[in-house]
């Protein structure tokens, strides 16, 4: 993976926006390579639904097919890994901003429900979950320093799918800093 940012398009933030897309790229990047029959089975959808989401995603460079696993009219995909930012609210027009705004609201509520669900189903010790609530002042710079700084320990402490070792399993990682709207 290329660790020089790739900003979304307009197309790219329209095509995370269906839950139903996000749900793809986890299972691919929880499973690996898949057509869009195992994909189907797996989330209890249809194939031809799995199969225009699929075409959807590899449109926005989400995915890519994997031609030498092709068999006949069986196509396989994997995610594309890139680290994927949105651009500067500045560079985007109001209706782009709108819809980073809802992409993000979804968001949002997805990783809350992951987090609950994990929370109150979890059948093994609390180790696997760690976080912290913090407060600092900064300045938009140090801010955006900050961010890299973490993105590159993702990158240190992490792995994919085919490297992770043994006893790994998928960690959802979610940071965020933005300043308190509650006042200065």
């Not at 890139?82 to 027009?93: F, K, N």
């Not at 209706?95 to 990783?111: C, H, K, N, P, T």
């Not at 609950?116 to 140090?142: I, L, N, P």
Request: proline share 4%.
């Amino acid at each position: 993976m290329s660790t020089d940012p790739v900003m979304h398009t307009p197309a790219a933030m329209k095509a995370l926006a269906s839950p139903l897309r996000r749900e793809i790229l986890r299972q691919l990047a929880d499973h690996g390579p898949a057509t869009s029959t195992t994909l189907a089975k797996a989330m209890g959808q249809n194939t031809g639904t799995t199969s225009y989401h699929l075409r959807l995603l590899a449109d926005t460079g989400f995915v890519t097919e994997l031609r030498e696993r092709a068999k006949g009219r069986e196509r396989w995909w994997e995610v594309v890994k890139a680290d994927r930012r949105l651009p500067a609210r500045a560079d985007m027009t109001d209706a782009e901003q709108d819809l980073a705004v809802r992409l993000g609201d979804s968001r949002l509520a997805e990783d809350l429900r992951l987090l609950s669900a994990f929370v109150r189903d979890r059948d093994e010790e609390s180790d696997w979950q760690q976080g912290s609530r913090s407060s600092t002042f900064m300045t938009k710079e140090r801010l955006k320093e900050f961010h890299e700084e973490y993105l590159k320990l993702v990158r240190r402490f992490g792995s994919d799918r085919d490297s992770a070792p043994e006893g790994a399993r998928m960690i959802l990682l979610r940071w965020m800093g933005f300043p308190d709207p509650r006042g200065s």
